[in-house]
């Protein structure tokens, strides 16, 4: 049986008479035949709900255009739920796994210096939420360097459990003091001003968004893994200060002008990146361990990511089914102890609900294998970015396909 889903929708518009336009151009446009119900205007919003099958839901997803909205200075914002779980819900107050938020339109300042020179809402500072003072814990260093270099046991053991290996904490320890990765971000100095940060993902949603120019306004701008920017600029952005890799997911290409933090998931990913340092010294590891030499990175833009930050984001941040936390999100609470303003683009599902990669040929409809696998659980990680979102501490921008 097909579910049945209810969409509760708010459109931002201009002026009364646009709101009025719009709202017809959207009836007859995607809803096309469809029932309406509970229609309220406004001066500038256009408020209601629409009761659509499965195959009408997905009909609207795919006939949606954001350029169009774009143009008329419309912004709308559904509240989906499946109404097969809407009795359920009301015996039961916890969140129903039918409700989904979609959003289209203008979200970009058009005004990129009133952007720059906008006042700062530091995220650490302003204790507004509970939830979010108890899940950040600011003392943890994110980078793994010689003056933080010990790990308790029980974060140790963890880490090791990721990819087992046979090495102790003492043999992991050395060859981090061989490595003598980075301990600062080696960026242009942002103390007197607002550190805003762009966390660059690669979902297919960024794709026809226009975020380029604004993503290269930040200050710091992180990517990870597989981006590449040529033939995608004006959506992705060409900047990139810190790229977040590891051994099997890292690319040259992208380090020629940033920063890499190194994510090690296994002893054997601290060896892989001395072996591919330009400058390294020697250790009791290196017996053990022999690879040829590599990329020759400089050694003065490596950065190692805290092991002690990875177990805490998933036994803290309620990233629970995976067995570790993806690149991704890693990137995001990384964002989190050295930003004041983190905003997030190019994470999450398309609109047509499917995860893909902006990179990927195709229509998009088809799902990628991250989106729920052994090792990481997307959906549970988007849950809790939603949740940052909506108590303020980061903004989630969302493109088009």
Known sequence: MSRIYMLRFTMSVPNRRSALTNFILLTVGAFAGYQLAVIHLQTEKVAGQVILSQTQFQHMLRNMNSETWNQRKVTVEWHSQSVNTIHRKANNSSTSSGDTTFRMGPSIPL?????????????????????????????????????????????????NSIQPGNETLTEVVDLLDSIGPGDGLNTPAVQDRCCRCAVVGNSANIINSQYGEFIDAHS???????????????????????????????????????????????ASDLQWLRNNLKAVNSTRFEANHSASRGQNLDNDKVLVYNPQLMWHTKKHWGIEKGLYPSTGFLAVIFAFHVCDEVNIFGFGPNRLGYWDHYYDKGSGEENSLFR??????????MDVLYKLEAIGKIKIYRGSR
């Open 372 to 381: 729920k696998t052994f090792v990481h659980d997307a959906e549970e990680e």
């Open 111 to 159: 005004d990129m210096k009133a952007f720059l020179n906008s006042s700062c809402k530091r995220l650490k500072s302003s204790k507004e939420s509970h939830w979010f003072d108890e899940k950040f814990e600011e003392t943890i260093k994110p980078i793994w360097c010689q003056d933080n270099r010990m790990l308790s046991q029980h974060v140790f053991k963890w880490w």
């Open 220 to 266: 710091l701008i992180f990517r990870m893994n597989k981006c590449p920017s040529d033939n995608f600029k004006a959506h992705v952005g060409s900047k990139t200060t810190h790229y977040f890799a590891y051994p099997e997911s890292f690319y040259q290409e992208y380090v020629r002008e940033a920063s890499l933090v190194f994510v090690p998931f296994k």
